[in-house]
């Protein structure tokens, strides 16, 4: 069986190069830089047969099955980007414009890797974007990239490293292993007296890199190295701007699909920076890792969970 997998996993990362030079460029970073609060639609294509995107023919050697039960046993594939790809150029990019916090210092950008989730969460994910486009009648379920932070127990791709941990501290690995899962918020680090985090136990993003910036850190605390950040596809659909905090969510406002927490004035609201919230498991998927930071940084932890409440 190891021979098999190892067979696989050596197709998958051939094919998948040339598939990505087929590919049209739909992953181009669109940030609106006058709005932060400007929810665009990112849609990226995931064919299920990688000759399919090579041929065109559905008469391939790709077996399907197999291929589908490796990647559901060994969780996310990343790749990594080179510097001269132009999904590299255009999540450095995002990564850069959107660092607004003038307190911190634009970090160095060691690499970025696209992630390939396991077939059935991205199926899911493809699921619930076309209801919520057929539901609201929004081109691609308003699906838009944005930021979320967590914590890393392990070395995930520092220094080329691709291999997911099996640490059942390590949220990153977690994440790209089962995806997001809304039910294991705060279940290990509870949120005392509130349900969740500031719009309730929901998954949480940003559209600001330097915002996510402050859930990113290793452990064990204090773990010295780079950071991991996550950006993320999010399928928005309707979503319900709020300036005050709500602790008790547990899922959107009446006839909403999302929780926008948004800056109302410098003097009104409890927000500094943006927030995107959102209440099922399937309404967000990892699009790619960036590993980023100086390699002395020492990680300190807010003290609390990290931006979605998650501990897998």
């Given at each position: 069986?190891?021979?098999?997998?190892?067979?696989?996993?050596?197709?998958?990362?051939?094919?998948?190069?040339?598939?990505?030079?087929?590919?049209?460029?739909?992953?181009?970073?669109?940030?609106?830089?006058?709005?932060?609060?400007?929810?665009?639609?990112?849609?990226?294509?995931?064919?299920?047969?990688?000759?399919?995107?090579?041929?065109?023919?559905?008469?391939?050697?790709?077996?399907?099955?197999?291929?589908?039960?490796?990647?559901?046993?060994?969780?996310?594939?990343?790749?990594?980007?080179?510097?001269?790809?132009?999904?590299?150029?255009?999540?450095?990019?995002?990564?850069?414009?959107?660092?607004?916090?003038?307190?911190?210092?634009?970090?160095?950008?060691?690499?970025?890797?696209?992630?390939?989730?396991?077939?059935?969460?991205?199926?899911?994910?493809?699921?619930?974007?076309?209801?919520?486009?057929?539901?609201?009648?929004?081109?691609?379920?308003?699906?838009?990239?944005?930021?979320?932070?967590?914590?890393?127990?392990?070395?995930?791709?520092?220094?080329?490293?691709?291999?997911?941990?099996?640490?059942?501290?390590?949220?990153?690995?977690?994440?790209?292993?089962?995806?997001?899962?809304?039910?294991?918020?705060?279940?290990?680090?509870?949120?005392?007296?509130?349900?969740?985090?500031?719009?309730?136990?929901?998954?949480?993003?940003?559209?600001?890199?330097?915002?996510?910036?402050?859930?990113?850190?290793?452990?064990?605390?204090?773990?010295?190295?780079?950071?991991?950040?996550?950006?993320?596809?999010?399928?928005?659909?309707?979503?319900?701007?709020?300036?005050?905090?709500?602790?008790?969510?547990?899922?959107?406002?009446?006839?909403?699909?999302?929780?926008?927490?948004?800056?109302?004035?410098?003097?009104?609201?409890?927000?500094?920076?943006?927030?995107?919230?959102?209440?099922?498991?399937?309404?967000?998927?990892?699009?790619?890792?960036?590993?980023?930071?100086?390699?002395?940084?020492?990680?300190?932890?807010l003290g609390r969970q990290d931006a979605t409440g998650l501990k897998i």
């Amino acid at each position: 069986m190891g021979r098999v997998l190892h067979h696989l996993l050596d197709r998958f990362k051939q094919k998948i190069s040339m598939r990505d030079l087929q590919r049209p460029d739909e992953e181009k970073s669109v940030l609106d830089q006058r709005s932060p609060w400007n929810l665009v639609s990112h849609p990226v294509v995931y064919p299920d047969c990688p000759d399919l995107a090579v041929t065109g023919s559905p008469d391939c050697s790709w077996d399907h099955k197999q291929s589908s039960n490796a990647m559901s046993t060994m969780g996310g594939y990343l790749l990594e980007l080179s510097g001269n790809d132009p999904k590299y150029s255009g999540v450095l990019e995002q990564f850069r414009v959107s660092w607004r916090d003038p307190t911190k210092s634009f970090p160095p950008v060691y690499r970025i890797y696209k992630i390939y989730m396991p077939e059935d969460i991205h199926l899911r994910y493809e699921k619930y974007k076309a209801d919520i486009a057929q539901k609201r009648e929004l081109p691609g379920g308003n699906e838009c990239r944005r930021f979320h932070g967590t914590n890393r127990a392990c070395c995930l791709g520092e220094n080329g490293q691709t291999t997911l941990c099996d640490s059942e501290n390590c949220s990153l690995c977690g994440i790209l292993k089962y995806g997001f899962k809304l039910d294991l918020a705060g279940r290990n680090k509870p949120w005392g007296k509130h349900h969740g985090g500031r719009f309730g136990r929901g998954i949480y993003t940003s559209s600001t890199s330097s915002k996510s910036h402050d859930y990113c850190y290793n452990l064990p605390n204090g773990r010295a190295g780079p950071k991991a950040m996550l950006l993320t596809r999010v399928v928005v659909g309707r979503g319900k701007k709020l300036f005050k905090n709500d602790h008790t969510l547990t899922c959107p406002p009446d006839d909403y699909d999302a929780v926008i927490g948004e800056k109302r004035s410098e003097s009104e609201g409890d927000l500094n920076y943006d927030e995107l919230v959102v209440y099922n498991d399937h309404a967000v998927i990892p699009g790619y890792l960036i590993i980023y930071g100086s390699e002395g940084d020492r990680s300190t932890p807010l003290g609390r969970q990290d931006a979605t409440g998650l501990k897998i």
